[in-house]
Each structure stands twice: as C-alpha cells, then as structure tokens.
Nanobody, 126 residues
C-alpha cells in the first residue's frame, strides 16, 4: 500500500473529524480529494513536502486544516464545522507531476497526482 487513508466516519453537522494519510511512496506533495455520489472528484487541500505551502478549495477555507508529520510519514486533514455538503469519499494522493505554476488551484488538479489511496468515507448528517 503506497497511501493509506483513515479516519472517516459519521458525524453530525457542526462536528469534527481528522483524516490521516500514511505515505509510503515518492511524492512532490500530498493532496486530499473528495468525491460525492454523482459528482466529479474535487481537490480539497494540498500540502508541500516541507509543509511550508498549503492550499484549500474555497468551500473549506477556515474550516479545514492540512498538516503533516514527516517523522511519521503522515498527512492530516482536520475538518471542523462539517456540513452535509462535505459528505463524500475522501482520498489522499501523492503529487508525482511537476509544475511551475504559482496558482494554488493548480495544486488541486487531480492530473498532477499519480498515486492514490483507497479512500475513506465521511458522512455528515443534518
């Protein structure tokens, strides 16, 4: 297993969850993505290998925080103030394609990520 995501579950609206992604593969950075039923996969957050750069999609800014512990080869996604619209399968992925872009949105493009974890389900009830 190259990336192992965990931490999903059922939570009420307004609650919190912390997702973890254990990384055992080469990466230029780690991203979190989600896919709700009937919708396309969406980039949620990204963190560089040093942790010095972190990006978020607009809908989660101020609610989600990405972090990493390189000693544990683990990336976290702390999700607070969860909303029913956050319900989805969440995937972590390793960025394997280089980019010279300075646009944060480009780092949430699934095209840049070549290794994917198996996903963990987050369900937020209203």
């Amino acid at each position: 297993v190259q990336l192992q995501a965990s931490g999903g579950g059922l939570v009420q609206a307004g609650g919190s969850l912390r997702l973890s992604c254990e990384v055992y593969t080469f990466s230029l950075g780690i991203g979190w993505f989600r896919q709700a039923p009937g919708k396309e996969r969406e980039g949620v957050s990204y963190i560089s290998n040093s942790g010095g750069a972190a990006y978020y999609t607009d809908s989660v800014k101020g609610r989600f925080t990405i972090s990493r512990d390189n000693a544990k080869n683990t990336v976290y996604l702390q999700m607070n103030s969860l909303e029913p619209e956050d319900t989805a399968v969440y995937y972590c992925a390793a960025r394997t394609r280089k980019t010279s872009s300075y646009d944060a949105d480009d780092y949430l493009d699934p095209f840049l990520f070549g290794s994917w974890g198996q996903g963990t389900l987050v369900t937020v009830s209203s």
